[in-house]
């Protein structure tokens, strides 16, 4: 018997991606491409540049996750690029900007600093992801992050540079630039570490009698960091800085209260 004809394997098409789920992986894209050029920038000296970059980077992370929950475009490869990209640009991109600015008068002992925050930036992202898949979470902790984010923490490390282009210009003597390294090493533990810090997605929509408060202080936010923008990050640092003790006493109060739940619970 002879066998018929064979017939040709049809070939494998690509599921069509709803456009929904590539717009937040192109705004990730984007951020991305930013703490890329803001390595770019601190190369040739344009460190001012290099931090308005961080600053656009940081910006866009925060919008891509809310445009993939608001278009419902979630998904797990989104979810790793972001994390490669955040790593990138709050992680390498800052600790590279400091160490091309000052670290390096320090020689080994700045590159080992700026070793530290990337490393701790990666151990951060890595554990993010990780408790993404924990089940049983009491939904308050979905208004703490567990260490400091690492779009924070990059934020909070340039610190030392919005000072010193601000109009304090504080300059770059050996003492500041230690100063700098140990700074640098307690943002690393924090974002290493397991403290609490306010995530933000709390806030929601707001109340009808502080639309114009809020239109208002936005609006001259806006106008400050277009005049200031060294001083109003900087200041936004401290104000985050201040935050922190804040963040774990109700972390902690909302713990007690559930460990006071949990006998009666159980009787």
């Not at 992050?145 to 304090?168: K, T």
């Not at 277009?226 to 201040?242: D, F, K, N, R």
Request: charged share 15%; proline share 7%; with cysteine.
């Amino acid at each position: 018997m002879t066998a018929g004809p064979q017939i040709p394997p049809r070939p494998r098409r690509f599921r069509a991606v709803p456009l929904r789920i590539v717009l937040p992986n192109v705004v990730t894209l984007l951020a991305l491409s930013m703490g890329l050029t803001a390595i770019r920038f601190a190369i040739e000296g344009r460190f001012e540049t290099a931090v308005l970059a961080i600053i656009v980077a940081a910006i866009l992370d925060g919008l891509d996750g809310r445009i993939a929950r608001a278009l419902h475009g979630t998904s797990r490869f989104g979810a790793e690029l972001d994390s490669l990209a955040d790593f990138v640009d709050f992680g390498v991109a800052p600790a590279l900007i400091l160490y091309l600015w000052s670290l390096h008068e320090m020689k080994a002992l700045g590159w080992f600093a700026a070793l530290i925050f990337a490393i701790a930036g990666a151990l951060r992202l890595a554990r993010f992801n990780v408790m993404l898949d924990e089940p049983g979470r009491p939904p308050w902790t979905a208004n703490f992050f567990v260490g400091m984010p690492a779009p924070a923490g990059a934020c909070l490390a340039l610190l030392p540079l919005y000072l010193n282009l601000s109009e304090l210009r504080l300059p770059t003597s050996h003492a500041f630039v230690g100063w700098q390294i140990g700074y640098l090493l307690i943002l690393a533990m924090l974002m290493a570490s397991r403290i609490p810090h306010f995530s933000g997605k709390g806030i929601g929509r707001i109340p009808r009698d502080l639309v114009a408060v809020v239109l208002f202080a936005a609006a001259a936010l806006v106008l400050l960091l277009a005049t200031y923008p060294m001083e109003v990050l900087a200041g936004s640092c401290l104000l985050y800085l201040c935050l922190i003790p804040v963040a774990i006493a109700r972390y902690n109060r909302h713990m007690r209260a559930d460990q006071a739940q949990q006998p009666s619970e159980t009787t």
